[in-house]
């Protein structure tokens, strides 16, 4: 394979596994930064700065100790003892996350398509099943498809908002407030220990595989600049339309005024960033069970959407993003103070 297209595969798989249903309704991006005003602009370039570090750390360490999934990467990290309480604590954070991004879809399929609740969720599963199957050669294949997609989308929302006024783009710029929630200053980093952390069970498997040190610090960095460009494009849209920050699914409220079309190709992204993270977590999970439990690999892909299925219906889509997203993060800081001290091992 060519290497630039491995290093755009690399890329946009880490992107589309950062993504997930809370970034395209925007509501990720409200609770971490649009609600801090024009500062969340920063915040969202230093956020950017930490996954692409941080990504591709993770990357060249699991190339370099060739790290199965992320148990053995953990267990480099922090030892055995303690590596087991973290492979734990990070089995019980994707799990809440791929519960709840089912749940998310299967309310796509009914509440904006009219489609029953549990046929939704059973559609779901079954072709995250098909894709997860395939292996790491399947998360290619979708993400070469919805990554550009989704950053296709957002420039069209981007653009559609700021053509006739750029000055709208320029304005929350001359007037910059401290916040009143000394908590924005923390925002970036936590929601960044959050995606790297959650990321962590795709990106250790994806270094293992491709192995090639270039492909994965290439991958790494536009991985990170597209993660850049799309948070910027969604805050941007956003930050002129504040109206919308106490709505469930802000872009909702910006899509609605582009006609019906453009509202079918919003849940078609919504969707998309669902099966996107559900299928990459699922992937990363069920290689760690196969690998701790000595499972064949379909059985343990099997027992993880059972299980997320079971849960599925145990949060609400709002709960999750205000309250569980930021304690996740803060979880998080601890994990990254820790990959920072850790060196990455010689060949």
């Known amino acids: ?46 956020t950017c700065y930490l996954l692409t570090f941080f990504g591709t750390k993770i990357m060249l360490i ?23 309480v973290i492979n734990f604590m990070i ?12 749940s998310g879809a299967g309310a796509v399929f009914h509440e904006q398509l009219g489609i029953p609740y549990l046929v939704g969720i059973l559609v779901t599963i079954l072709f995250v099943y098909l894709v997860v199957m395939k292996g790491l050669k399947g998360l290619f294949a979708i993400n070469s498809y919805i990554v550009p997609l989704i950053i296709l989308f957002s420039l069209f929302i981007f653009i559609s908002i700021f053509d006739q006024n ?37 990106l ?44 469930e699914i802000p872009m909702a409220e910006i899509v609605k005024y582009f006609g019906k079309f453009i ?6 992204i919504i969707f998309s960033e669902i099966f996107n993270t559900v299928t990459a977590n699922v992937y990363g999970i069920s290689r760690q069970l196969k690998m701790s439990f000595g499972l064949k690999y379909n059985h343990a892909v099997l027992i993880v959407l059972l299980i997320i299925f079971l849960i599925s219906q145990q949060y609400n889509y709002g709960e999750l993003l205000t309250v569980l997203y930021p304690l996740f993060g803060y979880i998080g800081l601890f994990y990254l ?5 850790k060196k990455i091992p010689n060949k």
């Open 1 to 46: 394979m060519n290497q630039w297209i491995s290093i755009m595969l690399v890329a946009a798989t880490y992107i589309g596994t950062v993504i997930g249903a809370g970034f395209a309704t925007g509501k990720e991006i409200v609770t971490f930064f649009s609600n801090y005003g024009a500062l969340g602009t920063f915040g969202i370039i230093v």
């Open 166 to 202: 750029l000055s709208l783009l320029i304005a929350p710029f001359l007037s910059i407030e401290m916040p009143k929630n000394p908590l924005w200053a923390v925002s970036p980093f936590t929601y960044a220990s959050f995606n790297v952390v959650t990321a962590l069970v795709v």
């Open 263 to 268: 509202h079918l190709l919003f849940l078609l």
């Open 337 to 341: 103070v820790s990959l920072l001290l």
């Open 91 to 102: 089995f019980i954070i994707v799990m809440s996350v791929s519960s709840v991004m089912l």
């Open 62 to 84: 699991s190339a370099q100790i060739e790290a199965y999934s992320y148990k053995e990467f953990n267990e480099y990290i922090f030892g055995k003892a303690w590596g087991k």
């Open 204 to 247: 250790v498997p994806l270094g293992k595989e491709v192995k090639n040190e270039t492909v994965l610090r290439w991958g790494g960095f536009f991985g990170g600049l597209g993660l850049l460009i799309l948070l910027l494009l969604s805050h941007f849209s956003l930050l002129v339309n504040p109206g919308t920050f106490a709505f």
